[in-house]
Nanobody
């Protein structure tokens, strides 16, 4: 079992920045791709970004590319999401998720690939 706890959400003005953290316990994350997903009110949960177990592979949704950066520190069992140039449309609950992978360089976009999920952290961007 892997337990994931997100932190770092909050209220920020448009153009501002936030850094989300996702701390894992239960197992080391080296063999897990880690993803961030988000769900805005009235909308389905959507893919934001993912990073492979090695950290060598990353992928971003077009809507956040160039503004968000995912990173990980396997020694600390923690994944980060640096969010810059935030927009009101980034307002959502952000979820961290872990996907066991046979390849430490693979990171997928599909929710079905992720085995463990955090409880989510609210990010609100005011205009």
């Amino acid at each position: 079992q892997v337990q994931l706890v997100e932190s770092g959400g909050g209220l920020v003005q448009a153009g501002g920045s936030l850094r989300l953290s996702c701390a894992a316990s239960g197992r080391t994350l080296t063999n897990y791709a880690m993803g961030w997903f988000r769900q805005a009110p009235g909308k389905e949960r959507e893919f934001v970004t993912t990073i492979s177990g090695s950290g060598r592979s990353t992928d971003y949704a077009d809507s956040v590319k160039g503004r968000f950066t995912i990173s990980r520190n396997n020694a600390k069992n923690t994944v980060y999401l640096q969010m810059n140039s935030l927009k009101p449309e980034d307002t959502a609950v952000y979820y961290c998720a872990a996907s066991y992978s046979g390849s430490i360089d693979y990171a997928g976009r599909g929710e079905y690939e992720y085995d463990y999920w955090g409880q989510g952290t609210q990010v609100t961007v005011s205009s």
